[in-house]
Structures are given as C-alpha cells and as structure tokens.
C-alpha cells in the first residue's frame, strides 16, 4: 500500500500547524463543559474535525488522531459516570471491579491528556506525532492514497491520448 | 500497515485490560474471605474478654437471665443448620439499649435492651438480626475495611485494646442492615416465630429515637431510613403453612430478675 509523503516542518505555514495544535488544545476548552457528560467532549472534537479537514492533510491528521483517541476515552468516561450513578441510584455496592475500573479509567486519562500535551506541542512545531494506535489509524486514514478518490478530485488534468 | 494497527490495538486493550483486573483484585481490602472464620473466633474470644473487663460492659451473672437468652438463642441456632459458627450469647450490664455483634459469632446483649423487649419473641427478633450481621460476616468486612488484614490480625494488645473500643460502637451501612434485617426475618419465620415481630420492635424503638439510653444501638443507626425498615419488615410474606410457635418463657419472670 503507498502512501503520500510527508510534509517537513519547513514547508508547512504557521497557520496550518497551530489549527493542528488547535485539535489537541480543544479539549482543555471542552473539559469542563465535558465532566458531567463526557459525550459533550466527543462532539466537540467531531465539529472541530468537520471545520478543518479541509485545510490539508497535516492538520487533518492530527484533528483525526486527536477525535480517534478521543472516542475510547469518552466512551471510558461515559461508562464511569452510568456505573457510579447506577450504584447510587439502586444502593448497590462499590465493588473491587468499580475500583479497579475506576484506576483504569484514570490512567487512561492521565495517558490521553500527557499525550495530547506532546502532540500539540510536535504539531506546533511542524512534526509528526504518533501516538499508540491511534497514529498509525490516523496515518493510514489521510495519507493512504486512494486513486478513485484522489483522482476524482482534480479539475486539471493532463490531455487523453 | 493494517496488521501493525491492530497488533497496536491489541497491545493497548491488553495494557488497560490487566490494569482493570490487577486493580480490581488488589482494591478490594475489605473481603471477609481474607479472615478465616477459625481466626476470626480466636479473635473474638480475645475481644469479648477485653469488652467484660470494660466497667460499661460488666457481665450480668443471673441464671435465670443467661438460660433464657439460651433459650433463645438455641431457639434461632434451630433454623441455621448451616452455620459455621459457635454462637455465645453474653448479657452485660448496662441500661443503655444496646445489642453488638463481635467476630466468632458472639453477641452482647444489654440487660436495658432485654428490659426493653416486651416479649421473647422481641428479643429473638434482635438477636436473630444480629445474627444476620454474623453469618453475612458484615463486623469483618468492616473491621478489614476499617483497619485491614494486617493490623487486624497484629496480635499487638494495643491494637487488641483499640479493636475492642470500636467493637462496642460498630455501626454498619443501609445495606448490610437491610441484609440483616431480612435474614432475620427468614430465620424468625424458619423457628416459628412470627416475622413481622421485628417490625413491631422497630416501631417500639422509633417511639423511643431520642431516648439517650439508645444511643450507642447499631440497629437505629440508619436512624433516617427507619420508616422503610419498618416497612420492609412489616412487608415480610411469610409461608402459607406457617405457624407461630411462642418461646415457652416466662418473660416478666426474667424482667424480673433484671
């Protein structure tokens, strides 16, 4: 499978790589609208992928890497919220699975907010940053090229034989 | 690149997967299972006798007092073939209202509470729900979750001293009452004593929520949520077939003695 190369950091404008550290910022912005419905966060980000996929490949990426490694998170955080409000709700017990869900649910955010600090930091930079995973997803997304795609979307093209 | 993606995936759900497991196994201190119940009556032994050393828990020796609360008990121990306990009643002088539980299936019982009771069959009912908290091993969990596995079994007399002070004012959550309560109403009913007689003794003691004597009693400290206690044991289906035998006691004889 070939893949378009890879811009370096010289040959991207300063606009394009601070909308790329935009994806990774825009959490912070949606944390606390996003503590009581964490569903709020993943919407943000999805709205934040829609406005700018179109301003190239490399914020494209990043805003994809940023909204994929997202969805586990929220999805995480989603299923913490309905367990501790079922077990209220119903007085049922906080047992050994809810704390230790409750650890894993933390470490998963402490792992996602350390790695989105470092993705924001390369993009504005002009780097690429892989995180586990998602990266690679991301990668494979935008930049595998796709010739019916790829070619439908030239106006210009060469004279037929 | 698709085969790398998903080792990936498989590496990450392996690494939050084990962190969810080893968290769940190592976060979850207060498990009787941790205490057997073979240590956990050598224990018992040990606190009760600290407990009667204690001025406010002075045992009350009266023969007639002791028999019929054996009476009583062996009454209940009737209904719990399966138990692994060895069941000691010991009444202790006191006025305050008051009934406890302490590890190995001993349960002190108060001569103000024994007074209280207006029969037999009351004193059953609170025994019976004491006995829940013993066989849903409720002191344990809390006394693991209160102090931990290492503490609790130190040997330290410090410690001992300490375990026993927080004995006599356990008080336990809404659920292990509600559990408590339950049990002893299908062992109330399993010996032949009329069920909803916990219902009765609980209204007597909601009557009686501001007396100081009660204060230091474990069974009204869900104090808020008594009104569905009540209820729940008021609620109590009992066998079609089923019988009320009374304790063959002479109860004001025994109040009596007191």
């Not at chain 2, 009454?75 to 692994?84: M, T």
Request: include cysteine; aromatic fraction near 12%.
């Amino acid at each position: 499978m070939d893949y378009h190369p890879l811009p370096q950091p010289d040959q991207i404008e300063t606009r394009i790589k601070e909308d790329a550290m935009g994806a990774y910022f825009m959490m912070f912005a949606t944390a606390a609208m996003g503590l009581p419905l964490p569903i709020l966060n993943l919407v943000a980000a999805i709205i934040y992928y829609y406005v700018n996929r179109d301003k190239g490949k490399f914020v494209q990426f990043h805003t994809l890497q940023s909204l994929y490694s997202q969805i586990p998170v929220t999805l995480l955080n989603s299923g913490l919220v309905v367990w501790t409000i079922v077990n209220f709700v119903r007085d049922l017990d906080f047992t050994g699975f809810y704390w230790g869900y409750l650890v894993m649910v933390a470490t998963a955010n402490l792992v996602y907010f350390i790695f989105s600090i470092v993705g924001a930091v390369r993009a504005r930079k002009g780097f690429f940053y892989y995180f586990l995973f998602f990266g690679k997803l991301a990668y494979h997304q935008v930049y595998r090229i796709r010739p019916e795609r790829d070619q439908s979307t030239l106006k210009n093209r060469p004279p037929g034989p | 690149m698709q085969r790398t993606i998903l080792r990936d995936l498989l590496v990450l759900l392996g690494v939050f997967g084990l962190i969810w497991l080893v968290f769940s196994l190592f976060s979850y201190p207060e498990d009787p299972q941790l205490l057997s119940i073979h240590k956990e009556e050598k224990l018992g032994e040990v606190y009760v006798d600290l407990i009667l050393l204690n001025p406010m828990f002075e045992e009350f020796e009266n023969r007639q007092v002791s028999s019929a609360v054996k009476v009583i008990g062996d009454r209940l121990e009737e209904g719990l073939e399966d138990s692994e306990y060895n069941y000691r009643f010991v009444v202790f002088n006191s006025p305050m209202i008051n009934a406890f539980t302490v590890p190995g299936g001993n349960i002190l019982i108060s001569t103000g509470l024994i007074g209280f009771c207006d029969s037999p069959e009351e004193l059953a009912a609170v025994i019976a729900h004491e006995m829940g908290h013993v066989e849903e091993r409720h002191v344990v969990s809390r006394l693991l979750k209160e102090l931990g596995i290492e503490i609790l079994t130190s040997g330290d007399q410090y410690v001992i001293g300490e375990v026993s002070g927080l004995l006599t004012s356990t008080s336990f959550d809404r659920k292990q009452e509600a559990a408590a309560d339950l049990f002893a109403a299908k062992l109330l009913e399993s010996t032949s004593i009329e069920p909803r007689t916990l219902a009765t003794f609980f209204r007597k003691l909601e009557e009686e929520m501001d007396n100081e004597l009660m204060q230091h009693f474990e069974i009204i400290s869900t104090h808020p949520n008594f009104r569905s206690r009540i209820r729940e044991a008021l609620s109590f289906k009992s066998a079609k077939d089923f019988k009320a035998d009374p304790i063959d006691l002479d109860w004001e004889l025994i109040r009596a003695e007191l």
